[in-house]
Structures are given as C-alpha cells and as structure tokens.
C-alpha cells in the first residue's frame, strides 16, 4: 500500500514536472535550417501569398488560410506581390495610399502588421526579403513568448528570418520592424502550427518514464521504508 501511495506521489510530481518544463521551453531561431530541423517533420502550414490574384488586397479583419490580419500599419492594405524578391510567385507587401505608385509600396522601417490565428500556435516563423540592416530590427512580437529578432546575417538571399518554436501556446502576433534604423521589407513564407512539434513533444514521456523509473528503484532498495 505504501509503494502504491509512493507510486501515485511519483505520477503527480512527474507531470509537475511535465508542466514545468513545457512552461519554460521555447527555442528562437535566426536560421531556417535549423528552424526545419527542430520541427523534425512535424506538419506546418506555410502561407507564401502564392494563391492569390497578383496585385489583390487584404484588408484589416480578413481571414485567409487561419491567419486573421488584425491590422496593417496606418493607411495601408495587405497586397500580393511578385516585383519584390520572394519564394515561389509572391509574397506580402503592401499597397499604400499615399504613394504615387500604391503597386510598388512595401513595408517602410517602423511598420508593423497584428496578426491573430484561429487555433492556438506553437511554431511561427518568417522571412523578411530586405536590404542589409541592423541585428535584432526585424522580427516577431508575440504574446505570451516574448520577443523574436533576426540576426545580422542573411538567411537565403537577401533575406533575413526569425521564427520561434514553444510549448506555450499562443494566438496573437506583431510581425515588421520594430525599430526606425531598420530597412524596407516585404513578407513571405509565414509557417505555422498548432500541434506542439514532435521533438518537443518527447519531453512529456521521458518525463514520465524518468520519474517512474527513479521510483523504481527507491522502492525496491533494500530498508527504504
């Protein structure tokens, strides 16, 4: 009877455990490759902008594949574009009113797009096709995670990333310059998921096995009351 009390304590304390460390476990990344590698084949939507008639525009409070875009910067719709540097045929830009050319607008150093998710999300990466620019002046704002910001180095290209990888789930994202010393930029291949990946998914049975295991052999040590 005493061992079975000491068995469920173990249980109890292995999924405090458990809880504890998928609060704390959160992993950025400035580089793609090894973004791809940490989700270790775990399924992502990847929304390139690719689908959509060329020139078309997003407006605030449009959902398109489970991304619900709360709010361009001031005076400026979501535009799909393929004059800029992109993956496959497009990406995000913007179409501004006050440009002489609304078709050629991009993001400008400062601009930030609010961005919210259908289900809660566990991974968020994107890419930034810009010009050379200072450490940590592009990146992803989120809630309740932290901060994300691209590194001093490209990615791919001429472009930079920044992406994040929790076991807290989150449903709310800044994504854009969050500084004026930033360059221009434009958007594409925005990845998301709402399972946890796989890699981080094994903490929660090694976690378990451990304390079971570690419970084992307490009780079977000979005088261990």
């Not at 068995?7 to 999924?15: E, P, T």
């Not at 609304?102 to 809660?120: C, E, H, Q, T, Y």
């Not at 930034?128 to 910001?149: E, K, M, Q, R």
């Not at 929790?166 to 854009?176: D, H, K, M, Q, R």
């Amino acid at each position: 009877m005493r061992e079975f009390i000491s068995l469920l304590s173990a249980v109890a304390v292995a999924f405090c455990l458990i809880a504890s460390e998928a609060s704390a476990t959160t992993m950025t990344f400035t580089s793609s490759a090894a973004f791809n590698l940490a989700l270790g084949g775990s399924p992502v939507t990847i929304e390139g902008w690719d689908t959509y008639a060329l020139n078309s525009t997003i407006a605030n409070g449009t959902t398109l594949n489970g991304v619900t875009y709360n709010a361009f910067p001031g005076g400026t719709l979501g535009r799909i574009d393929n004059q800029f540097n992109h993956f496959g045929t497009d990406s995000l830009a913007l179409r501004r009113s006050s440009d002489p050319n609304p078709n050629k607008s991009f993001f400008n150093p400062g601009d930030v797009l609010s961005i919210s998710f259908a289900k809660p999300i566990y991974v968020l990466g994107i890419f930034f096709n810009a010009n050379f620019t200072n450490v940590g002046s592009l990146g992803i704002l989120t809630t309740p995670i932290g901060t994300v910001t691209t590194g001093g180095t490209y990615d791919t290209g001429t472009f930079y990333f920044a992406g994040v990888i929790s076991t807290t789930p989150f449903t709310t994202a800044t994504i854009g310059s969050n500084t004026k010393r930033s360059s221009s930029f434009n958007l594409d291949n925005l990845t998301f998921t709402s399972s946890v990946p796989d890699r981080l998914g094994f903490l929660t049975p090694a976690l378990v096995l451990g304390a079971l295991c570690a419970l084992g052999f307490r009780i079977r040590r000979p005088g261990l009351e």
